[in-house]
């Protein structure tokens, strides 16, 4: 989980710097088909074959509409307005929404009122972040496409946890399956939002390749086999250390402010991500009662 959180909290900092040559879409495109070409590669050298049936084919492509296609290009739509810290901090919701989806749908398990309050603390955390009480830009046309890409994930969870983790495919071919999926889903929309004008430059190059091969090929990998180990809520609690790994980039790389604020934001976060995770007790079953003898006379 830190080394997802690692990769997908820098993704930020890789869209906003790809974007300075990219269209959204074209970001997209680039990062997904990238991310398919390393994992397919991967999934092949291990003797690992694609799933051929049709019905593991849909499933796993409503999983990349709404776990690729969609949040992808809205993410990157939604940073030509909004800076890389609201976009953490919208993505930072997805465990809430697909939470809510995992209750509205019956297939989320009874939660403890520790795991809920640490759901809680873990939002409130990344409020604390970023303060957007004081600052602008969150009641935007770029923030709702942020906030729609986090329900987009959210679905996507919950769908891969419902249709697609039973089917006996290893995180490999699920994710190989995934992105080409959602390549030939994105690959659809270019003729509508992807023929501008590129204007290629080395950042924008090396920010759209590491965000295909690490923020999407091994992420997504890393990403279907926690879904599949530890089911889809306690998977998207990754999302609560993306502003985290977000401020400390930016404070590191970009000179951005570090304050006593986001510190204490920071440490709430790791608190509500631990107490979200945190298995409840095993039942204490007593030990079976041993009847006393009866004694019988002679």
């Not at 989980?1 to 997209?28: E, H, N, R």
Request: glycine share 12%; net charge positive.
């Amino acid at each position: 989980m830190g080394v997802l959180a690692l990769l997908w909290g820098s993704s930020f900092l890789w869209i906003k710097i790809a974007l300075t040559g990219l269209s959204p879409v074209q970001i997209a495109l680039v990062r997904t088909l990238l991310g398919a070409a390393v994992v397919v590669a991967i999934t092949v050298s291990r003797g690992q074959r694609l799933p051929a049936d049709r019905g593991t084919w849909a499933h796993v492509g409503v999983a990349a509409l709404f776990g690729n296609a969609i949040p992808f290009v809205l993410f990157a739509v939604g940073e030509q307005t909004v800076d890389s810290g609201v976009a953490g901090v919208l993505n930072s919701t997805t465990p809430l929404w697909t939470l809510a989806l995992g209750f509205a749908l019956g297939s989320e398990k009874r939660r403890t009122p520790v795991q809920l309050t640490g759901l809680a603390l873990g939002f409130g955390g990344t409020l604390l972040i970023f303060a957007p009480w004081q600052r602008g830009g969150l009641m935007t046309w770029g923030a709702l496409a942020c906030l729609l890409a986090a329900i987009s994930y959210a679905v996507a969870y919950t769908h891969i946890g419902r249709h697609v983790s039973g089917r006996g495919l290893s995180s490999l071919q699920l994710t190989s399956t995934q992105l080409l999926a959602g390549g030939a889903l994105i690959a659809v929309t270019v003729p509508v939002g992807g023929l501008q004008p590129v204007h290629l430059d080395a950042g924008a190059l090396i920010a759209v390749g590491i965000l295909g091969v690490f923020g999407t090929g091994a992420a997504f990998i890393i990403n279907n086999r926690l879904i599949a180990d530890e089911g889809p809520t306690n998977a998207t609690t990754v999302g609560y250390l993306l502003p985290v790994v977000s401020v400390l980039l930016g404070a590191a790389f970009l000179g951005e402010d570090l304050n006593l604020r986001i510190v204490a934001g920071a440490l709430v976060v790791l608190v509500g991500v631990a107490l979200s995770r945190r298995a409840p007790a095993p039942a204490v079953v007593p030990p079976p009662t041993v009847a006393e003898p009866v004694l019988c006379a002679k």
